[in-house]
């Protein structure tokens, strides 16, 4: 067996930084992804670490650290700096930006979806409230594209698609993104508003939310996960039973709230016990979810 080149040994080290990353943040992720082909497995892994880099800028050590909210703002703007000229160069300091420059470069992630990202992110740093059109924006950077993101490298390392499928794909992509971060952000609600200072869906009183506005909330996740759902056949078998296992997660977790009171949510994380994550997990390996009626 040959050497590893310096580059190799680098490249290597980035990668193990980013699943130690992934590892400490997300059990959940971590479930799901572990059913992933291990070249995938790597990718969305190096994507994710990004993701979570940049949430903990915004969201965690860089407030905890002491930063003001100009030098997080800085701080941020270093980041996409660095991201971008490492997926021109395919080299970065930062270990967890190296590795998704790999990944990027490898898999064909465009600069075009990584910008709408940072620009959530920002949007973290300035909105305390949204309007239909920015939460859609800010839904649109902070899910939809780092669901591209994702399905480009689950079709990487599959066979070649028609324009017709990548475009149903790339809708599949983005409503399960969005359904992700709406399902976060409902059972989020008290600690976004408390602790953050922050109201993401346009017009929700977090204080008073009432069960017609958690039913009609709901309802709009389960439009997108039911949009997601649809296209599922046309993944490959790893990234299929994966995506379909993150898909019952958080289906799971939309049955749970509609089952918790809305005047709970402000005091509840709903989450899903672990005996029931190993069971849709079984399911997802079964190739039987999302679930058959």
């Not at 970065?92 to 620009?119: D, G």
């Amino acid at each position: 067996m040959a050497a590893l080149t310096s580059l190799q040994r680098y490249d290597r080290a980035a990668s193990r930084s980013a699943a130690v990353v992934i590892g400490e943040y997300s059990t959940s992720f971590g479930l799901a992804v572990r059913l992933l082909p291990r070249a995938t497995r790597g990718h969305i892994r190096d994507v994710y670490a990004l993701v979570r880099l940049a949430d903990e800028v915004v969201d965690g050590v860089a407030s905890a650290a002491g930063l003001r909210q100009e030098q997080i703002a800085e701080a941020l703007d270093a980041l996409e700096a660095d991201t971008y000229r490492a997926m021109s160069t395919g080299y970065s300091t930062n270990l967890v930006v190296h590795a998704f420059a790999q990944t990027a470069r490898e898999v064909r992630i465009e600069r075009e979806i990584v910008a709408p990202f940072f620009a959530s992110m920002r949007m973290d740093l300035t909105r305390a409230a949204h309007t239909g059109d920015s939460f859609a924006e800010y839904v649109d950077g902070s899910a939809e594209v780092v669901g591209l993101m994702c399905l480009r490298a689950f079709v990487a390392a599959g066979p070649s698609r028609s324009p017709a499928q990548l475009e149903v794909l790339e809708t599949g992509a983005r409503r399960l993104g969005a359904a992700f971060q709406k399902v976060n952000f409902l059972r989020d609600l008290a600690a976004d508003a408390d602790g953050l200072g922050r109201a993401y869906f346009p017009g929700v009183d977090v204080q008073h939310l009432d069960e017609g506005t958690k039913t009609r909330l709901l309802d709009d996740i389960d439009a997108d996960l039911e949009a997601a759902a649809r296209t599922l056949p046309l993944l490959e078998r790893g990234p299929r039973r994966a995506v379909a296992l993150a898909h019952g997660l958080f289906a799971e977790l939309s049955r749970r709230l509609r089952a918790t009171p809305a005047a709970a949510l402000k005091t509840t994380r709903v989450r899903v016990p672990d005996p029931v994550k190993a069971q849709l997990a079984a399911l997802a390996v079964a190739d039987r979810l999302p679930r058959r009626s």
